[in-house]
């Protein structure tokens, strides 16, 4: 064990407010950012075959960092989007996938 779990609790975030009322949600991916690499737990039974559907879900998670860089006053939103979309560029194509995993039963809470 390291460190960091003797030292201090992981930080999770909430439960977007819309969710505990909806009648229907599913979470779909989960990121961290552990020791340098990126970790994600993602539910790939989401939409079935219609990987377009991610692309859709990746665009606006976009807007949302590009509304939250304009909230705190570092870039206007377009400008965010303009960078975002120039990292997604320049990593997407080229970027190797280091990646390991499996499948694992959903968690109930």
Not at 5 to 24: F, N
Not at 33 to 47: R, W
Not at 78 to 103: C, M, N, T, W
């Amino acid at each position: 064990m390291s460190d960091l779990y003797d030292s201090e609790p992981l930080l999770e975030l909430e439960v977007p407010d819309a969710v505990p009322e909806a009648e229907q949600a599913v979470e779909l991916i989960r990121a961290w950012v552990a020791d340098g690499a990126l970790a994600v737990s993602l539910n790939g039974e989401a939409f079935g075959p219609e990987p377009e559907e991610w692309g859709r879900v990746l665009a606006q998670i976009g807007h949302h960092l590009a509304r939250a860089a304009s909230l705190r006053g570092e870039l206007g939103e377009e400008r965010s989007i303009e960078a975002l979309r120039k990292g997604f560029d320049a990593a997407f194509p080229r970027s190797e996938l280091v990646s390991y995993g499996k499948v694992r039963k959903r968690v109930t809470h």
